[in-house]
């Protein structure tokens, strides 16, 4: 994955009316050939980093598809331009409140006059994500955009503890989707080691980025009020993904087996959470969920 510096002339009054370019998900920039061939230069799939004129670097994403877009009349983001380019962006990181700034590049040396500047040393590279480090993450509700932004996180180097988020924006696609904080993802993956936490297996492979393949599951579904947080989250297998959701069991017994499975520790908003829908709260124990605890759950049942 390539790295490129979009220098874009646009200026603070044009950018900071609606923040259309970020909110409609696009790179632009304007200013004739020189500017529209230099963002032509990314490919899909690239990392694009946008710096926006006295502030620095606003946004940082993927570069959705090869096509630059020529733009004019109600599409443009300044209108006071003729015309504009953009390419579509899926954005990683909204830095817009706290821009990487010129002086940051420039200790890298990747800044420059150049309409679009390629990052082609290692070392400015690593410089460039390590910027990034500690700083959130843009959420995602897409699976597949949230499985490449945790990939970037994982990237930026050492990883603290995210907070995550307990009630996650709800939108509508074509059923509900949850927006998700990519750090979750990447905390969980970084401590399954590339162990599944269920069966405790290696992931089945590694995907495009390198990273062990394992998936995210919410032991409190986010469909039920669950939180979006490193402690309700597990990295999972495909299969022991599908059996926690799938398995032929009630939602109580598959609420016990998921503790029981994945070992998580059970505190008291995990008990006020896993209720039995008329006999109330299971006694649960206080440690580490344990095999005839699971027992005593069906029975209870």
């Known amino acids: 994955m390539n790295l490129f510096v979009i220098n874009t002339d646009l200026k603070d009054d044009a950018v900071d009316a609606e923040h259309h370019w970020f909110h409609r998900g696009i790179a632009v920039t304007s200013g004739g050939a020189r500017y529209r061939n230099g963002l032509q230069r990314p490919r899909g799939g690239d990392l694009l980093a946008l710096y926006v004129n006295g502030r620095g670097i606003a946004a940082v994403g993927r570069a959705v598809n090869d096509t630059v877009v020529d733009v004019h009349g109600d599409g443009l983001v300044n209108p006071k331009e003729q ?10 990181y909204d830095l817009r409140d706290k821009p990487i700034t010129v002086s940051d590049l420039r200790k890298l040396s990747i800044f420059g ?30 699976r597949t955009e949230l499985r490449r932004s945790a990939a970037l996180v994982q990237k930026t180097g050492p990883l603290t503890r995210p907070a995550g988020s307990r009630n996650p924006v709800q939108k509508q696609a074509t059923g509900l989707v949850f927006d998700r904080d990519p750090a979750v993802k990447a905390w969980t993956l970084r401590r399954s080691k590339g162990l599944c936490e269920c069966c405790r297996k290696k992931a089945p492979f590694t995907d495009k980025d390198g990273i062990p393949y394992l998936e995210s599951h919410h032991i409190v579904h986010l469909a039920n009020g669950g939180p979006d947080t490193p402690d309700n989250a597990a990295s999972v297998c495909p299969n022991c993904h599908r059996e926690l959701h799938h398995a032929s069991a009630s939602w109580w017994r598959n609420c016990a087996f998921t503790f029981s499975r994945l070992r998580m520790p059970l505190t008291g908003r995990w008990r006020s959470d896993c209720r039995h829908p008329t006999k109330g709260a299971f006694p649960w ?15 209870f049942e």
């Open 83 to 92: 015309e504009e380019y953009h390419r579509a962006v899926v954005w990683q």
């Open 113 to 142: 006059q150049n309409a679009v500047s390629q990052v082609k040393l290692t070392s400015a590279y690593q410089g460039f994500l390590q910027l990034l480090a500690g700083r959130p993450a843009n959420p995602q509700s897409d």
């Open 285 to 299: 124990p206080t440690e580490t969920f344990k095999g005839k605890d699971v027992q005593a759950a069906l029975k």
